[in-house]
């Protein structure tokens, strides 16, 4: 099917608001990772779901971050009171349970002012 | 904690030459091994993966996996302007946490 896709594709808010990121993966895909990639460096990983299995949160910089997924579709990440630094790109990919190739979504630009 | 390290360049090299880029890592328990091809302003996409020592060539790229020496290459023959972008190499431990760890990537400009 389609590929994965995220939502917004830029987000501009304020210091201390909340942000909601969304990702649909690739439909039949059971693995979800969310990355976040600030300008010029590598991906940081931030969280790994995998069908119904206990997330690994194990990337999650701060508690102000945190994700949620519904069986084996849409994922949200969410951040709670934004700082300058959470500005970066925020990518979903997706992966089959049959491979360890992974699908990655267009990102989400997120500036904080 | 795995570390991967790559040179960030940029690396230049004229249309048709060779270009090598290279990826040293600190975890012996890594198993598979994985380039991606970034465009600016684009996600990743992988290009080549690689789980046993030696060589492994697709079409006009070659990765090579030295596991003794703890260092994994990808080789892009008679490179183009079109494989200008920045080359991720990432790591993942077989039977692990299938949870990958990127290096920073490697700057490539291939001028005509």
């Known amino acids: 099917g389609a590929g994965v896709s995220q939502s917004p594709s830029n987000k501009v808010t304020e210091k201390g608001k909340d942000v909601e990121l969304r990702c649909d993966p690739i439909?039949?895909?059971?693995?979800l990772y969310w990355y976040r990639q600030r300008l010029g460096q590598g991906l940081e990983f931030l969280i790994y779901?995998?069908?119904?299995?206990?997330?690994?949160k194990s990337g999650l910089p701060s508690d102000r971050f945190s994700a949620e997924r519904t069986g084996e579709s849409v994922s949200t990440l969410t951040i709670q009171r934004t700082q300058q630094e959470d500005s970066a790109v925020y990518l979903c990919?997706?992966?089959?349970?049959?491979?360890?190739?992974?699908?990655f979504g267009p990102g989400t630009r997120l500036l904080v002012l | 904690q795995k570390e991967v390290e790559q040179n960030s360049g940029p690396l230049s090299v004229p249309e048709g030459a060779i270009a090598s880029l290279n990826c040293t890592y600190s975890?012996?328990?890594?198993?598979?091994f994985f380039w991606y091809r970034q465009y600016s302003g684009k996600s990743p996409e992988l290009i080549m993966s690689?789980?046993?020592?030696g060589d492994k060539e697709d079409g006009r790229f070659t990765a090579q996996l030295n596991k003794a020496s703890q260092y994994v290459s990808l080789l892009i023959r008679d490179s183009q302007p079109s494989d200008s972008a920045t080359y991720l190499c990432?790591?993942?431990?077989?039977?692990?946490?299938?949870?990958?760890?990127f290096g920073r990537g490697t700057s490539l400009i291939v001028h005509p």
């Open positions: 990919a997706s992966r089959s349970a049959f491979s360890e190739t992974q699908y």
């Open positions: 439909s039949g895909h059971t693995a």
């Open positions: 779901f995998q069908g119904n299995s206990a997330p690994d």
């Open positions: 975890d012996r328990v890594s198993q598979s």
């Open positions: 690689i789980y046993s020592n």
């Open positions: 990432a790591l993942e431990a077989t039977g692990g946490s299938y949870i990958p760890t």
